[in-house]
T-cell receptor, first 116, second 115 residues
């Protein structure tokens, strides 16, 4: 079985400061990892993914994430936060070794609040 | 890029009404689509996997007779909430894609409010 944990319900940062949104995962095989962002009353927008290769993945809107196999983590980061980054962020995993097809398992979500 | 269109975006109706929500993949074919339910300030809960040309696969605890899924073509899946009641009020989101290591693409969701 696969699972994802986002330990923080909310992260508060000041505009211009770096931000980190944490994610840890558990899978039986190798993971496909994704970050999505959700704005109010909207669906999810894809930010970035890790499949294989470099552990540091760069994505949309200046976001990046680092895959750490030993810590089973995939934290989302951005060097300088913008007020417009305020949204709900979801980490998701798909087990490459599983038989669940394309099904994703989502973390509980982290609300990012960037204050001016 | 790949786009998933979900319609309607909002429905307000009386208790006992059946509501149909459509999910379309606009520029790619999707043999599999997913339907999620999201409660306020919570994560997405997978309800069912919609399979083109065959029966949907429902997650544990989801009533298949309550939430009817039809995936009649490679670009369209529908979710019908039958005889909806206030407890069915929620935000419903569909997604498609994910083949060949690509990310799933999500519709913009449907906010269902049952009075």
């Amino acid at each position: 079985a696969q699972s994802v944990a986002q330990p923080e319900d909310q992260v508060n940062v000041a505009e211009g400061n770096p931000l980190t949104v944490k994610c840890t995962y558990s899978v039986s095989g190798n993971p496909y990892l994704f970050w999505y962002v959700q704005y109010p009353n909207r669906g999810l927008q894809f930010l970035l993914k890790y499949i294989t290769g470099d552990n540091l993945v760069k994505g949309s809107y200046g976001f990046e994430a680092e895959f750490n196999k030993s810590q089973t983590s995939f934290h989302l980061k951005k060097p300088s936060a913008l007020v417009s980054d305020s949204a709900l962020y979801f980490c998701a995993v798909r087990d490459m070794g599983g038989n669940a097809g394309n099904m994703l398992t989502f973390g509980g979500g982290t609300r990012l609040m960037v204050k001016p | 890029g790949a786009v998933v269109s979900q319609h309607p975006s909002r429905v307000i109706c009386k208790s006992g009404t059946s509501v149909k929500i459509e999910c379309r993949s606009l520029d790619f074919q999707a043999t599999t689509m997913f339907w999620y339910r999201q409660f306020p300030k919570q994560s997405l809960m997978l309800m069912a996997t919609s399979n083109e040309g065959s029966k949907a696969t429902y997650e544990q605890g989801v009533e298949k007779d309550k939430f009817l899924i039809n995936h009649a073509s490679l670009t369209l899946s529908t979710l019908t909430v039958t005889s909806a009641h206030p407890e069915d009020s929620s935000f419903y989101i569909c997604s498609a894609g994910g083949d060949n290591n690509q990310p799933q693409h999500f519709g913009d969701g449907t906010r269902l409010s049952i009075l």
